[in-house]
């Protein structure tokens, strides 16, 4: 489904081009979930908006495709609608813009991006309360401008509000439990995991075990100075858990 | 009028072509006292041009070359829903509605007493000079007895003429209120429409307008207001723009306690230019004045807000005032020139203001892109949420036309 082989991409302006994306390879198979760990600046974030197609994030070598499908040319946007969702580590602020008009919006424009008709507004009214309901969002604040004044729980919430509403084939979810309570993590991991199936993939950007004991990862990649290092199963999150990086790298090296 | 050309002329420095025939004009209409002094005023400066301080980016000199027809029909998009009551301005005459609103009066005159200060604004007094025709009425005034709640609509359309010159007065009586609508269409190579309103004591006005013109036109929207004792004016302007166009407005507090909102948007595409011009002055106790103006202009457009708050030391005390003009410039080449002052003598007063232009943020933009919204439409989107702000205090009968114009704009032209 997701497949990365040997990845490198830099960031920043062109004589200040860092490389921070090294070398990484990486495969998600469609219906699996895997976990990406790693330390404070390993590249992980940078790996989510090379893949989503950022401005200022550039790739030097090496390719990303979806289903088969070379992501690396085409605008974000179509990414999107090819079906790729990226939950943010730190969502942005749509000042004037509610979360339902957003939302549709962004429907919308994929449908069309896709050729599909427009989705009626009962449907998507019906659809927008059962899934506001299950992630505790209320219709107030459906209608308020997207994030803004939001806590950052909330603003998490709201990422998986759209990713449950826009239903991609592949999201990268960043750090989305950070921020949450314990209660919220929990709803949020059902969302998700309501989500799982044989056609959809998922790649879980995480620093905390806990999460991975809501959402089962088929694997767990450790990304460290822009490349996968180290791949095991759910029992290697457990280990960086009680050894830390150091521990398990130290061996890796 | 048995004046002669020359005599008229004389009163002018350096008329240009454009001149001699709006004085050519003047020459022809019935004369009368008030005529004259307008006349004279308009005489001191002649059209506005880049030398004068107050129109150093808006040069009607320089853009109204000679007076020629518009090569447009005026746009059709009037604010006015059928059925609402109209009067509409042609360069033909004025056509006056048989359904007024009830506590609402409409009187021709051949004569009006200008409020005095139509006359310190160039096109204030060239309208007040040249408005009328022969035979015909030189002013409408609107008198407002009760509060109303039907809307009244002022629709001015140049029928492709070369001017179409208007002017109107309107008297809010003591607790009288009026909801009055303008949609400023263009259609003629000059436009000029002054409105002078004059509130008495607990009068309220809201004032919603809509201008738009075509790249070979000249229009000027000029606003003089008197505020009474615990008065209130709201007035809601958005802006096409023209090849010049000018919405300018001078406001007095002149009794204690009233309160005006002077909010407006520009939206400026290749050779379209808008002018927001406004003087505020708060010439009684415990005033308040909140203006909130927002832009968004693309490349070879030009955006241009003056804003003035004058408070004078004797009598300016306990004013409340707020000013902010924030613009967006959506693409290279787009220009915003912006001049906010506060001129502020008395001591206890809270004045405040922000003046901002930038470009959109390119992490809302990758945002919203990710979740699928194109480009054109991300920045459509934002953009139109970014200027919503301005026109939230329209009235209700107009406030959704008014941002379906802006939505169809930014849909049509934000790349
Ligand atoms: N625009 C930029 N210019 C220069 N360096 C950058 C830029 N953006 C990111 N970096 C650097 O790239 C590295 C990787 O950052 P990234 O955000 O991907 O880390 P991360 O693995 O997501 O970390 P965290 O766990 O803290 O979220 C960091 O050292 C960061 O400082
Ligand atoms: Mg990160």
């Avoid at chain 1, 509000?161 to 239903?167: D, G, R, S, Y």
Wanted: glycine share 10%; hydrophobic share 40%; charged share 25%.
């Amino acid at each position: 489904m997701l497949k990365l082989e040997n990845l490198t991409a830099t960031v920043g302006e062109e004589d200040e081009a860092k490389t921070i994306i090294n070398g990484l390879s990486l495969e998600v198979p469609a219906g699996e979930v895997h976990a990406i760990m790693g330390p404070n600046g390993a590249g992980k974030s940078t790996l989510s908006y090379v893949l989503t197609g950022r401005d200022g994030y550039e790739v030097t070598g090496g390719s990303a495709s979806l289903e088969g499908i070379d992501l690396l040319d085409m605008d974000p946007e179509e990414r999107a609608a090819k079906g790729l969702f990226l939950s943010f580590q730190y969502p942005v602020e749509v000042p004037g813009v509610p979360v339902m008009t957003f939302v549709r919006t962004a429907m919308n424009a994929q449908r069309k991006l896709r050729g599909e008709p427009e989705i009626s507004a009962p449907d998507f009214i019906k659809k927008s309360r059962e899934l506001g309901a299950q992630l505790n969002l209320t219709s107030d604040m459906l209608k308020r401008p997207l994030n803004v004044g939001f806590s950052g729980g909330e603003k998490k919430r709201l990422e998986i509000f759209q990713m449950m509403m826009l239903e991609p084939r592949f999201a990268i979810l960043d750090e989305t439990d950070s921020g949450l309570d314990i209660d919220a993590l929990r709803t949020v991991s059902d969302g998700v995991n309501a989500l799982r199936s044989p056609e959809r993939g998922m790649l879980v950007i995480t620093h905390y075990q806990r999460l991975l004991d809501h959402i089962k990862p088929d694997k767990v990649h450790v990304l460290a100075n822009g490349k996968i290092i180290k791949t095991g199963g759910p029992e290697l999150a457990l280990r960086l858990e009680e050894e830390g990086y150091d521990g398990v790298l130290g061996e890796a090296a | 009028m048995t004046v002669s050309m020359d005599a008229l002329k004389d009163k002018f420095r350096n008329p240009g072509s454009a001149e001699l025939e709006l004085i050519a004009r003047y020459a022809m209409l019935p004369g009368s006292s008030q005529r004259e002094r307008a006349f004279e005023a308009f005489a001191e400066t002649g059209l506005p041009h880049r030398r004068m301080e107050a129109w150093k980016w808006t040069d009607f000199k320089a853009a109204l070359k000679q007076v020629e027809a518009s090569k447009n029909a005026a746009d059709n998009a009037a604010l006015a829903a059928p059925g609402q009551s109209v009067i509409e301005f042609t360069p033909d005459g004025v056509v006056l509605p048989d359904n007024v609103p009830a506590g609402i009066k409409l009187h021709e005159r051949n004569e009006a007493q200008a409020l005095g200060a139509a006359e310190e604004v160039p096109l204030g007094a060239m309208t007040a000079a040249l408005s009328g025709r022969v035979g015909g009425l030189d002013t409408l005034i609107i008198e407002v007895n009760e509060p109303t709640e039907q809307p009244l609509h002022i629709v001015t359309r140049g029928d492709r003429g070369e001017t179409n010159f208007a002017r109107v007065a309107v008297i809010v009586r003591p607790g009288a209120s009026l909801d009055l609508i303008e949609s400023h269409l263009g259609g003629a190579g000059f436009s000029s429409f002054l409105i002078e309103l004059g509130m008495q004591e607990g009068g309220a006005v809201s004032r919603t307008i809509l201008q738009r013109g075509k790249t070979d036109e000249a229009q000027a929207i000029t606003a003089v207001v008197t505020l009474g004792e615990k008065s209130e004016y709201t007035q809601t302007a958005l802006a096409f723009g023209a090849k010049v166009a000018r919405l300018e407005t001078r406001l007095k507090h002149q009794e204690s306690g009233s309160h005006a909102t002077l909010n407006g948007a520009y939206l400026c595409a290749s050779g379209y230019h808008a002018d927001f011009t406004s003087h505020v002055r708060h010439g009684a106790p415990s005033s308040i004045t909140r203006q909130v103006t927002k832009g968004a202009v693309l490349d070879g457009g030009t955006g241009v807000f003056q804003g003035k708050f004058l408070v004078p030391r004797t009598v300016g005390q306990h004013t409340d005032a707020d000013m902010q003009h924030q613009a967006l410039l959506l693409e290279d080449g787009a220009e915003v020139f912006a001049k906010p002052e506060l001129e502020i003598y008395a001591d206890d007063v809270e004045c405040a203001h922000g003046n901002t232009s930038g470009a959109l943020d390119p992490n809302q933009l990758f945002y919203m892109r990710q979740r699928g919204i194109p480009e054109a439409e991300a920045r459509a989107l934002l953009t139109e949420a970014f200027v919503a702000e301005a026109l939230e205090e329209a009235s209700e009968t107009a406030q959704e036309a008014l941002l379906d114009a802006a939505r169809r704009f930014l849909t049509d032209s934000v790349r």
